[in-house]
C-alpha cells in the first residue's frame, strides 16, 4: 500500500505552463507504476500519462509533445510538467500508483488544474 499526495495544481492563462508533483509515502516506490489521470466536471477519469518501473513513458494523444512525465525514485514522488496549456486541460488531476503495473490502485485526493481562455 502506498499513500499518495498531489500538489502544483492552480489558475494559469492559455499557453502557460504548470508542474504537478504526487508524493508517496511508503517503501518500494520504485516498484510502482505511476501515473496521472484528469477528470473534468460530468467526464470520466482519463488517464494523461503513465511512467513505469522501468521509466518507459507512455502519454494520451491529446497531451503528447506538451506534457511530460517523470519520477524520482529517491524522492518518492512522480512529476507532470504541462507546457502549453489549453482550456480543455482543464480538470482535477489524479496520481495513481500500481505496484508493478497491476494492480491494485492506489489514488491521491487529487489537484485541481484550471486553464483560462
Known amino acids: 500500500q502506498v499513500q499518495l499526495v498531489e500538489s502544483g495544481g492552480g489558475l494559469v492563462q492559455t499557453g502557460g505552463s504548470l508542474r504537478l508533483s504526487c508524493a508517496a509515502s511508503?517503501?518500494?516506490?520504485?516498484?510502482?507504476?505511476m501515473s496521472w489521470y484528469r477528470q473534468a466536471p460530468g467526464r470520466q477519469r482519463d488517464l494523461v500519462a503513465t511512467?513505469?518501473?522501468?521509466?518507459?513513458?507512455n502519454y494520451a494523444d491529446s497531451v503528447k509533445g506538451r506534457f511530460t512525465i517523470s519520477r524520482d525514485n529517491a524522492k518518492k514522488t512522480v512529476y507532470l510538467q504541462m507546457n502549453s496549456l489549453k482550456p480543455e486541460d482543464t480538470a482535477a488531476y489524479y496520481c495513481?500508483?500500481?505496484?508493478w503495473g497491476i494492480g491494485p490502485d492506489n489514488w491521491g485526493q487529487g489537484t485541481q488544474v484550471t486553464v483560462s481562455s
Open positions: 495513481n500508483a500500481r505496484r
Open positions: 511508503g517503501s518500494l516506490f520504485s516498484v510502482y507504476t
Open positions: 511512467i513505469s518501473t522501468d521509466v518507459t513513458t
